[in-house]
Nanobody, 121 residues
Framework: QVQVEESGRSLVQAGGSLRLSCAAS????????MGWYRQAPGKQRELVVVETSGGRTKYADAVQGRFTISRDNAKNTEFLQMNSLNPEDTAVYYC???????????????WGQGTQVTVSS
């Protein structure tokens, strides 16, 4: 089994900052990528940022320059620093981890339960 769990403060005023954490645990042989998606009310889930184990990153245009992803490979933990937040960033944020389990040749994407982020105006 693989578990992906998000944590972090969830309410902030516009212009403020938040830091989310995500930890992957369980039967993990290797992690190819970790990242974040979000889903706002009435909208489709969208990519926020993803980072590969080699350090390549892809940010959504809407967060480029405001959000920063970082990773502690030894702890299978990912962090999302979000600055200059605005109400449009309000959404449920989901962590993902592309994991290869022991005795498997394939990577599979695991999702966290999601954590609500609310930015008040």
């Amino acid at each position: 089994q693989v578990q992906v769990e998000e944590s972090g403060r969830s309410l902030v005023q516009a212009g403020g900052s938040l830091r989310l954490s995500c930890a992957a645990s369980g039967s993990i042989f290797s992690i190819y990528a970790m990242g974040w998606y979000r889903q706002a009310p009435g909208k489709q889930r969208e990519l926020v940022v993803v980072e590969t184990s080699g350090g390549r990153t892809k940010y959504a245009d809407a967060v480029q320059g405001r959000f920063t992803i970082s990773r502690d490979n030894a702890k299978n933990t990912e962090f999302l620093q979000m600055n200059s937040l605005n109400p449009e960033d309000t959404a449920v944020y989901y962590c993902i981890a592309d994991v290869r389990r022991y005795y498997s040749d394939l990577y599979r994407r695991y999702w966290g339960q999601g954590t609500q982020v609310t930015v008040s105006s």
